[in-house]
């Protein structure tokens, strides 16, 4: 009795990834909506989800060599007892591209080109590296970037999913980068903005009010990496307390000790432990 009202179960189930008579793919028939113009025939075939590893645009093949780094921790001479003192590494940047670059690349920089008056002033240099893209983008012209890079029909980029710090204490005049990772929902495109200040005058102008996303990602950049973010709406630290010295995830910060109870005695920082060989 069993067996047969499984079989007749089984028999009335529909086929495992069967699709239903009239049923269509997700949003086969919508359309992206358009604040700027009507919606354009931006085609889909090559998203950045299918070309990962098939856009590969050439590039040079030198990169910018920053500085060479001996050693860990930054210790110098007899001090280190990491057992790294022989370890070598360079800190360079991927050279930049020159288009043409390969499918809708191509597409969004020739875009950007259109829209923004002295482009070549805006975007000071296009790397690929890795199957990403990333824009250099002047300092003083990022506000207005962003607005058309989220505003325009062909581009679309609606989110802004991270902010992110990074200190080259080499990169002479330019040593504070921030980072913003920008996705096209819209077209399933992403794409990364880097943006360079000096020590002396680290400031950038707060893309919060394009992407409100920005507004605590910001903070922790500023916390960590010490980037003004002109135009904030509320820089303060977020993960460091109000009166904490310094900005924690900087190259030139103190690595610290630990403290001992014992005696008043401290672990000192790695990079000011003698050697014992």
């Known amino acids: 009795m069993t067996e047969d009202i499984h079989k007749e179960s089984d028999e009335k189930a529909p086929i495992k990834g069967a699709v239903p008579e009239g049923e269509s793919e997700p949003d086969a028939e919508t359309k992206p909506e358009s604040l700027t113009e009507e919606a354009p025939d931006v085609s ?4 950045a989800a299918e070309e990962d590893q098939a856009q590969l645009a050439t590039t040079e093949p030198t990169t910018e060599v920053l500085q060479v780094r001996k050693g860990m921790f930054g210790v110098k001479g007899t001090g280190d007892t ?5 370890l070598t590494r360079e800190i360079d940047f991927p050279a930049p591209a020159t288009p043409p670059f390969g499918g809708w690349w ?6 950007i080109g259109a829209l923004v008056p002295n482009f070549s002033d ?3 240099k296009v790397v690929i590296h890795r199957g990403e893209i990333t824009f250099h ?5 990022l506000r207005d970037l962003v607005r058309y890079l989220r505003d325009d029909a062909h581009l679309r980029f609606e989110f802004c999913s991270s902010v992110s710090g990074v200190h080259y204490p080499a990169d002479k005049g330019q040593e504070l980068h921030a980072v913003y990772h920008l996705q096209s929902m819209t077209h399933n495109r992403r794409i990364r903005l880097e943006v360079s200040a000096p020590d002396s005058d680290p400031h950038i102008p707060s893309v919060v009010a394009t992407y409100p996303t920005a507004d605590w990602h910001e903070r922790e950049t500023y916390d960590m990496f010490g980037i003004i973010f002109d135009g904030h709406p509320a820089l303060t630290r977020i993960l460091m307390p109000d009166d904490w010295p310094g900005y924690p995830q ?3 910060y103190p690595l610290g000790g630990i403290p001992v109870e ?3 005695a401290t672990i000192p920082p790695p990079d000011q432990r003698r050697s014992y060989s």
């Open 122 to 124: 805006v975007i000071t």
């Open 82 to 86: 990491s057992g790294y003192g022989g």
């Open 137 to 141: 983008v002047a300092r003083q012209q």
């Open 250 to 252: 900087r190259k030139d």
């Open 106 to 111: 191509d597409q969004v920089y020739d875009r």
């Open 44 to 47: 889909s075939e090559a998203t």
């Open 262 to 264: 014992y005696k008043g």
